[in-house]
């Protein structure tokens, strides 16, 4: 069947099987590799991307389902000239990420949680995470991180 | 001493370089990487701790309708088996086939005495 959506800006439309995954369709037919694919079972997070503005795991979301959808991933963040979204900024000064795995779909689930909780307390952060595995940190950097970001968009305004 | 460490990073912090291409999706991980042709494996492991293989059945997945290309087995994590393995080779000699884990003073004593009789 054909899809179509707007991914990252840029408008994508292929033809895939019906039982096509959101990541598989990003990962495999929008050569976007930088959204993970950690467990398949929607337990580990690193699939998180933005539809339509909302953190969505991938590999639970049929490409079908996100059909028309505007779609945001990881590779999407940055700006044109290659600056780092204020997440991704606050990731790298707080030392939130080590292997980097997990890393998208923390990065892309902290910008929704931010938007909804524009003003987070460390519990709302934890809590808003919890649907993201990291294996590598032991996630405090990664809360101090979106923290901060929090802090910067709060004050940047 | 001080001079020499106010010209160094000691005490400073430092950010980690490879952090932006991790950052944007930039990195390629060995799964991001597409090799034509590239087969897929997926791994059996042991349901328990601590046994011996006599055989492995394969014809089941040997006949798999989806097209096995093929099975092998590899040894497990290395450090443990290779630990074991190094102490019954000591131990052949003297007839001792298998010890079990940890292998202790005292379990290596009853092995040789087990294997003596």
Not at chain 1, 77 to 89: E, K, N, R, T, Y
Request: some cysteine.
């Amino acid at each position: 069947m054909r899809i179509a959506m707007t991914v990252n800006g840029r408008r994508e439309e292929h033809d895939v099987e019906p039982r096509t995954l959101l990541v598989s369709f990003l990962r495999e037919d929008c050569s976007l590799t930088g959204t993970k694919v950690g467990c398949d079972t929607s337990s580990c997070g690193a699939c998180t991307v933005l539809v339509s503005g909302e953190s969505v795991k991938s590999c639970t979301m049929l490409a079908a389902q996100a059909d028309g959808a505007t779609v945001t991933t990881i590779e999407g963040l940055a700006g044109p000239d290659g600056s780092l979204h204020p997440m991704q900024q606050a990731f790298h000064e707080n030392h939130g990420l080590q292997c980097g795995f997990c890393t998208a779909g923390m990065v892309m689930a902290s910008v929704s949680l931010i938007e909804e909780h524009p003003e987070p307390t460390e519990r709302d952060v934890r809590e808003g995470l919890e649907g993201n595995l990291c294996r590598c940190t032991g996630y405090h950097n990664i809360v101090k991180a979106v923290l901060a970001a929090a802090e910067a968009a709060r004050s940047a305004r | 001493v001080t001079a020499v460490i106010a010209d160094t990073v000691v005490g400073t912090r430092v950010l980690r370089t490879e952090d932006p291409a991790l950052l944007t999706g930039e990195s390629r991980f060995t799964d991001d990487l597409v090799v034509p042709g590239a087969l897929h494996v997926r791994l059996v492991r042991s349901p328990v701790a601590h046994a011996r293989i006599r055989s492995i059945e394969t014809t089941a997945a040997l006949t798999n309708p989806l097209g096995v290309k093929g099975i092998g087995e590899a040894g497990t994590i290395a450090s443990t088996p290779a630990v074991i393995n190094a102490v019954v080779d000591a131990l052949s000699h003297l007839g001792v086939t298998d010890i079990s884990m940890p292998a202790t003073p005292e379990r290596v004593w009853a092995a040789i005495q087990e294997a003596a009789k």
